[in-house]
């Protein structure tokens, strides 16, 4: 049982250049979630998928997509990266019985931009 | 709207001494709370939450929590902490099938 996995473990990227974050969790959770973490500012939510086939947009969405593949993955794109989008990614999941309020938690993708 | 607000950004500690960790939210509604554990250069794990029930919530490693709704506080205690502890710990907050909102967070330092 991994929990949720992440690939790649850190990224450079140059500016304007795309990448793809992929996240999977085998905990048959319902929901995922994509934040970033920035020092001083804790994470901020960047997208989430309540279920499979939907997703919203969280605190900080602009200039990132999402997918939603299946119950178990969930992708960020990043189109044209900037040098703003330089930090740390982690991506979650949640299950949705009354005792799994919390979030599990990937090790993360460091990223940076130049 | 929610917000949670951690009141220290370091707290610097020997090895030993207690320590506690402050965080305040603000709701209109009834919440969720809870403190994740950040080592460095890892993911966050859940240390504690409280969901309902007792106010006051206990994790395995000695770490306690106490919810206290008139003040909007969950502050982090410890009476004796370890050099292990050193990391930074999120406090957060959700309503009933919401989003976690995350406070600043706190990096603890123990020092020997």
């Known amino acids: 049982n991994a929990g949720v996995t992440q690939t790649p473990k850190f990224q450079v990227l140059k500016t304007g250049q795309s990448m793809t974050l992929q996240c999977a969790q085998d905990?048959?959770?319902?929901?995922m979630y994509w934040y970033r973490q920035d020092p001083g500012m804790g994470l901020r939510l960047i997208y989430y998928s309540a279920s499979e086939g939907t997703t919203d947009k969280g605190e900080v969405p602009n200039g990132y997509n999402v997918s939603r593949l299946n119950k178990r993955e969930f992708s960020l794109r990043l189109e044209s990266a900037a040098p703003s989008q330089t930090s740390v990614y982690f991506c979650a999941s949640r299950g949705t019985a009354f005792s799994s309020y919390e979030q599990y938690f990937g090790p993360g993708t460091r990223l940076t931009v130049t | 709207a929610q917000s949670v607000t951690q009141l220290d950004s370091q707290v610097p500690v020997f090895e030993e001494a207690p320590v506690e960790l402050r965080c305040n939210y603000s709701s209109s509604v009834s919440v969720y709370l809870f403190w994740y554990v950040q080592y460095p250069n890892q993911g966050l794990q859940l240390l504690l939450k409280?969901?309902?029930?007792?106010?006051l919530v206990e994790s395995i490693n000695g770490f306690e929590a106490e919810f206290n709704k008139s003040q909007t506080s969950f502050h982090l205690r410890k009476p004796s902490v370890h050099i292990s502890d050193t990391a930074e710990y999120f406090c957060a907050v959700t309503m009933k099938g919401g989003k976690l909102i995350f406070g600043q967070g706190t990096e603890l330092s123990v020092k020997p």
């Open positions: 409280y969901l309902s029930g007792s106010t």
């Open positions: 905990m048959n959770h319902n929901s």
